[in-house]
């Protein structure tokens, strides 16, 4: 397991240089430089030092010699400087990672929370009423935009009802390290996760739903019930066990996912996370942060896919990764 581990981390090497190459030039395709946000946000500034503030910068090097500078500052872990924020890139990340880490972690707990009991009764009672009404949850899930699934919870529950804030990850004027800091940021917390949640489960509940069904008929379960075990024991120890490889396969991802920020919900909910942060670094063309975030969100996945890996490994021990 560790030569696996080691080589895959080594493996990792190469693919995040392609990702930093494909990511490099990409921003660079785009229309504009660092500086055109500040531009468009001071129009009556002097070309001259536009001008030179683009040479100080580096901005008219060319695009090869910029590319290696980037590369050795980020090997260094600096990962540059906001033009836009006027502050390093890696306290700017900072500032947001807290929000988007707890968000993700609630979206993380309540979907298992929902999806695993569903999961689990969907399969044992198929075809049963239950089973339907979880079926068609999980049709009218997946077919759901999360775009619209939000703007609507939050025009009922945000607008109309007025129960749950519409904006922000705390009031103002809460006093950080407080008790009631912590319980108003959990409340700004509930409509997003939720929002989140309810259109997370549909893989996690489809995909357990299969599993029950599939082992409840293998020959190891028949032998158990040959031998007079009670239905709730061989569904806890032998069939919900076997069937949670595909919900391991994919934790990885999920875990890592808890800090890779979501873009839609963060930006409707005008939560202030990473997701927000990209969404306006790229209409800012604040191009040190994109490429930043970027960066990340590839050294996640590729993080994922390395966890899903180990923890497959450990919760099935026949299966051993060569």
């Known amino acids: 397991m560790w030569k696996f581990t080691l080589r895959r981390l080594l493996v990792m090497i190469p693919q995040l240089f392609a990702l930093s190459v494909l990511i490099f030039f990409l921003a660079k395709a785009m229309p504009g430089d660092a500086l055109t946000g500040l531009i468009t946000s001071t129009p009556n500034l ?8 683009r ?50 972690v609630v979206i993380l707990v309540l979907t298992y929370l929902i999806a695993i009991p569903l999961g689990v009764l969907s399969g044992r009672y198929q075809h049963s009423l239950l089973d339907k009404t979880v079926v068609g949850y999980t049709y009218l899930s997946f077919a759901t935009p999360l775009f619209i699934l939000a703007l609507l919870l939050l ?16 009031d103002v004027g809460v006093e950080p390290g407080a008790w009631s800091y912590y319980v108003n940021k959990s409340y700004h917390l509930i409509l997003p996760a939720v929002t989140g949640a309810l259109l997370s489960t ?7 739903r299969n599993e029950v069904i599939d082992t409840r ?27 949670l490889l595909p919900i391991a396969a994919f934790l990885g991802y999920d875990l890592t996912g808890v800090i890779a920020g979501n873009i839609f919900l963060e930006s409707i909910f005008g939560y202030p996370g990473l ?10 063309r604040d191009f040190s942060v994109v490429n930043a975030l970027v960066m990340i969100s590839g050294f996640l996945a590729l993080l994922g896919t390395l966890l899903s890996d180990v923890i497959l490994s450990k919760v099935d021990p026949r299966i051993r990764i060569e």
């Open 275 to 284: 997701g927000q942060l990209f969404l306006q670094s790229i209409t800012q």
């Open 202 to 208: 549909t893989a996690t509940i489809q995909y357990l």
């Open 217 to 243: 008929l293998k020959d190891f379960v028949k032998t158990a019930r040959s031998k007079g075990v009670p239905e709730g024991k061989i569904y806890s120890r032998h069939i919900f066990k076997n069937s």
């Open 46 to 53: 002097n070309p001259a030092a536009l001008e030179e503030q």
């Open 55 to 104: 040479q100080r910068l580096g901005l008219n090097d060319p695009v090869w010699m910029q590319y290696g500078n980037w590369l050795v500052q980020l090997a260094h872990g600096d990962l540059g400087k906001s033009y836009v924020h006027k502050i390093s890139v890696t306290d700017l990340i900072g500032s947001r990672l807290g929000n988007t880490f707890f968000l993700g």
């Open 155 to 170: 025009y009922v529950f945000g607008f109309r009802l007025g129960w749950f804030p519409t904006s922000g990850s705390v």
